[in-house]
Nanobody
């Protein structure tokens, strides 16, 4: 059974930082591409950052320079360090896993339940 469990969300002020974690089980983690997505109320789910099995990293422009994605294959974990948070970063953040990278969230196979991030001005 595949499980992705996120943690680390919360409520912060603009300019502050949060670190999200995701722990995966039930997949050969080191051979999977991992990603962070987010969805705000009334909006479509969007990609935030991803890291391939060969450590190739991609960021969406809106978070580039502020967010850092990393993975630990020893711990089956995925991290997202979020700095200089803005109110527009408010969303539910999801961890996802897939054999290959895709831009569209519809092509990703496995998802966590998400963790809420709220940034107030």
């Amino acid at each position: 059974q595949v499980q992705l469990v996120e943690s680390g969300g919360g409520s912060v002020q603009a300019g502050e930082s949060l670190r999200l974690s995701c722990v995966a089980s039930g997949i050969p983690y080191r051979s999977y591409t991992m990603g962070w997505f987010r969805q705000a109320p009334g909006k479509e789910r969007e990609r935030v950052a991803s890291i391939d099995d060969d450590d190739k990293i991609r960021y969406e422009d809106v978070v580039k320079g502020r967010f850092i994605v990393s993975r630990s294959n020893d711990k089956n974990s995925l991290l997202l360090q979020m700095n200089s948070l803005k109110p527009e970063d408010t969303a539910r953040y999801y961890c996802a896993a897939n054999h290959y990278f895709y831009f569209s969230p519809e092509n990703w196979d496995w998802w966590g339940q998400g963790t809420q991030v709220t940034v107030s001005s």
